[in-house]
């Protein structure tokens, strides 16, 4: 194997995405003991570059390295050279100078990912990238899925809130289209992208026999009883540049995941959330205990899969685990 960029759900082939999820579910005893540590990634060195706020993305790829014997190095935008006008390509030809073996980049702007992918060498993995792409986030929300038995061709998933400025939303959505699933996005206009039609992969896929659809609904009333997954979004303030707000009070009450709406939830159901959670805004506290509920689980899920993301973008997979064709 060799280094792998991913900065697009699209890097990932039908293989490479049952692979990474198959690798992912190796990890998952391990990760639930805690505690363990490996000699994969020995000898390797891996730049946790983020230029925006993280708590679970950054922590569970810190966790996941040292798990894994690598030394993990913590970049911010504060304290390094951007501070002094650094480019980002010269940033990721810095990196490349000093041979580190994984970069896991976090920017606030879309582009600044493929910028870096085309001067850095070895493996990149994107922990989101402006409004663009969080594929990292579509990966492990794919593995709370496919736990729940529901990662396959048919199952609708409702995505619900700020999807305007939703990276997880562009991301997943691509991800269950190419797998036959359905995506049904459930905001007011204001909230939703411009020319939304255009994120399915039909518009840049070969071949897109099979696929899932995606349609927009603003009523998530009529949406919630027929679907198999729910995926909440908060308001992605920092991300707004004016005009999209809407009271939160009146939020809640139109697209808040309350008493009333836990009702029309089949009971197979599961409640997914990338976070970080509003509570009281988009989702009730009785909503998060609820026994449908998964955001917990995708938490310590995505360990597991931030393991299997950086062996598979070192280009080194663990011994014992056994690769299927
Ligand atoms: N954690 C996700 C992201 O990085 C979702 C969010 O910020 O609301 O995009």
Known sequence: MSYRHLVSIRDLSEPDLHQLLDLSEWFMPQVEAGGFKMDTL???SCILLFYEASTRTRASFEVAGKMLGSDTI????????????????DTALTLNAMDHNCVVMRHETADAINIFAQYFERGLVNAGSGLGQHPTQALLDALTLRRAGLLEKGRRVAIVGDLRHSRVMRSNLQLWASLGMDTVLVAPPQLMPDGW??????HWADDTTGYGSVTWDTDIDRVLPDV???MMLRMQ?????????TNSDE??????????????LPPHAIIMHPGPVNRGVEISEEAFLDPRCRITEQVTWGVASRCALLCWSCGRLPVGFAVTA
């Open 42 to 44: 020995r000898g390797t």
């Open 74 to 89: 913590n970049v911010g935008s504060k304290g390094s050279s951007t501070e002094k006008g650094e480019t980002v390509k």
């Open 197 to 202: 039609e255009g994120l399915h992969p039909e």
């Open 228 to 230: 198999d997954a729910v």
């Open 237 to 245: 303030r920092e991300r707004m540049d004016g005009g999209y707000l």
């Open 251 to 264: 939020y809640s009450k139109l697209y808040g995941l309350f008493g009333h709406r836990m009702k029309k």
